[in-house]
């Protein structure tokens, strides 16, 4: 069957390291990646969008990798702040047309001051 | 500001009642979606819209129903047959036939069956 699956345990690191978050899927053929974030009580925020062709992503302190053989995206926080404390969601969209992403359930990235 | 508008905030449901939440955008966006969000659970897909007077069945259609007879307006009655309600509702909208941008979410609504 089809599965997203992303680190359900929250993930606490010291401020100004750098946050790294997993995304694995099996079963998925995904042309296109997205990473958001959401805070509690909140709807989820578009960060960035990957495209299966591209292996990576930048955009400010924010970096995305897309391994389409490894069936996974790494989500990269760079100089965190307890500010980026939150969680944050991977979407698949598959190949099929319709415009629908499947998304996965999240990590709790706790920076810690 | 453009964006997504949801209300209410906070909605409770008496066994046997149907809801009706409420979903507005002022982004010109054609599609529109509702997804379920549960605790330990990814969002689900509910039902989506691509353009005005048509949607589809998403993962989790039974016990719903929408409408789409505006481009701005896109709104989702939870029946009195969906068994499990309680949950946290999350409408959003993208840019029709392209893929290049993401969603654009609002702030959810908490139905709670009391």
């Known amino acids: 069957s089809q599965k997203i699956e992303q680190n359900s345990e929250a993930l606490n690191i010291q401020e100004g390291k750098t946050a790294t978050l997993t995304c694995n899927y099996t079963?998925?053929?995904?042309?296109?990646l997205q990473w958001y974030r959401q805070d509690p009580g909140r709807g989820p925020v578009f960060l960035l969008l990957?495209?299966?062709?591209?292996k990576e992503k930048r955009k400010e302190r924010l970096k995305v990798t897309f391994d389409t053989t490894l069936k996974q995206s790494l989500f990269h926080i760079t100089a965190s702040q307890p500010a980026d404390s939150a969680t944050y969601l991977c979407?698949?969209?598959?190949?099929?047309?319709?415009?629908?992403?499947?998304f996965g359930t999240g990590t709790r990235l706790k920076v810690l001051a | 500001d453009g964006g997504i508008t949801q209300s209410p905030k906070y909605l409770f449901r008496k066994e046997g009642q149907n809801v009706t939440l409420s979903c507005e955008q002022n982004?010109?966006?054609?599609?529109m979606y509702w997804y379920r969000q549960d605790p330990g659970q990814g969002l689900r897909l509910i039902y989506y819209?691509?353009?005005?007077?048509?949607?589809q069945k998403g993962d989790i259609a039974e016990g719903y129903s929408v409408s789409r007879e505006k481009k701005e307006s896109f709104p989702l009655t939870v029946t009195s047959a969906q068994k499990n309600p309680t949950a946290f509702y999350l409408c959003?909208?993208?840019?029709?036939?392209?893929?290049?941008?993401?969603?654009?979410f609002g702030s959810g609504t908490r139905l709670t069956v009391v």
């Open positions: 959003a909208s993208s840019i029709g036939g392209t893929t290049n941008y993401g969603y654009t």
């Open positions: 079963n998925y053929s995904p042309a296109y």
């Open positions: 990957i495209r299966e062709n591209e």
């Open positions: 979407a698949l969209l598959t190949a099929s047309g319709t415009y629908k992403y499947i």
């Open positions: 982004l010109n966006h054609d599609a």
């Open positions: 819209s691509q353009i005005v007077n048509d949607f």
